[in-house]
């Protein structure tokens, strides 16, 4: 019985280790879309200082979508596992 317990514990660990790398490869994109929210919005705040606060409005709702994928991503895995 022991060589089928140690199968099924190098077995749940593999999978727990696949799903942690899947989800650091799901990161790259919401971390790029972060960074170009922030990129852009001080971009625009430089070109129209007087819309500065608009500007910073809708960055933070972007951002904040944005990290909502991430959470997401974060979240699904053990949905479907259980």
Do not use: C, D
């Not at 705040?45 to 960055?59: H, K, N």
């Amino acid at each position: 019985m022991s060589a089928i317990a140690a199968t099924l514990a190098a077995t749940q660990t593999l999978s727990i280790n696949i799903g942690a790398v899947g989800y650091g490869l799901a990161a790259i994109g919401p971390g790029i879309g972060i960074g170009l929210v922030f990129g852009h919005a001080i971009e625009a705040m430089a070109r129209q200082p007087e819309a500065t606060g608009r500007i910073s409005l809708y960055m933070w709702i972007g951002f904040s979508l944005t990290e909502a994928l991430a959470l997401i991503g974060l979240v699904a895995p053990f949905i479907f596992k259980y």
